[in-house]
């Protein structure tokens, strides 16, 4: 395996990144633009340890190609060797594999550069800023932060997907594209400074993550360990 992966397999591997082979077992249509596929790990939830946020590369033909593309385990189960993965459908290569997929398809997962550093001290309150795309990571950051209240920005309709926040703590602020990069600027200095512990997460497009972690970091000065941010995919 990897060696149709081109160049950036080529990287990945000599970064120390590992295949595997994931096995669909079936699907759900969450939204007529997300779907969620289940499947077998294989081997893949026994080298690695499962962790908040965690993710794979996945393999994606583009006219003869090759296109990896990164997503969030959903509910990993290491004793039965299975997952989920949620697509947030549109154009392209991996969207077109996401809608035709079904049990007994396979694809190829490489595994390198994932982790996450629970922030210590615990945070007082959580700033996450998500789209669909990284709404399985957002997910995964709210059950491993526990009793932290959170403030959300989320750019698009939440209607109808799997969103996992309580709102009996956490407060999600709907907004439509564009305009998330405005609303946090307007919102965010004045919370930052009412909780003594903050922490801030960023998954958006690479632009908008790049934009709002430079903001948070230079104009807010808060510091990179209370901080995380990650293109999740790049707008055409």
């Known amino acids: 395996m990897g060696q149709g992966h081109g160049w950036q397999g080529t ?10 082979v994931l096995t669909v077992t079936g699907a759900e249509d969450v939204t007529p633009e997300y779907r969620r596929l289940h499947f077998t790990d294989g081997g893949l939830l026994t080298a690695y340890a499962v962790h908040p946020t965690m993710w794979v590369r996945l393999w994606f033909d583009n006219a003869g190609k090759p296109h990896q593309r990164a997503y969030t385990l959903v509910d990993p189960d290491p004793e039965a060797g299975t997952f989920s993965l949620e697509f947030a459908l549109h154009e392209g290569c991996a969207s077109d594999w996401a809608r035709a ?21 615990e945070p007082s309150h959580v700033f ?33 997907l799997p969103c996992r926040a309580d709102t009996s703590r956490h407060e999600i602020r709907q907004v439509p594209r564009p305009g998330l990069v405005d609303a946090v600027r307007a919102a965010l200095p004045a919370q930052l400074t009412a909780t003594p512990n903050p922490y801030v997460w960023i998954a958006c497009d690479t632009v908008t ?26 707008a055409t």
Do not use: C
Not at 131 to 150: Q, T
């Open 101 to 121: 997929a079904k049990a007994g398809d396979t694809i190829e997962a490489t595994v390198q550069g994932t982790g996450f550093q629970h922030p210590r001290p």
């Open 209 to 234: 993550t790049r934009t709002l972690a430079s903001y948070v970091r230079k104009e807010l000065s808060v510091p990179k360990e209370r901080m995380h941010a990650l293109g999740y995919w790049r």
């Open 11 to 20: 990287v990945l591997k000599l970064m120390g990144a590992k295949d595997f």
């Open 128 to 160: 996450a800023i998500a789209d669909p795309a990284s709404l399985p990571a957002l997910n995964s950051l709210l059950d491993a932060l526990g009793p932290a209240p959170a403030t959300i920005w989320f750019e698009g309709e939440l209607d109808g």
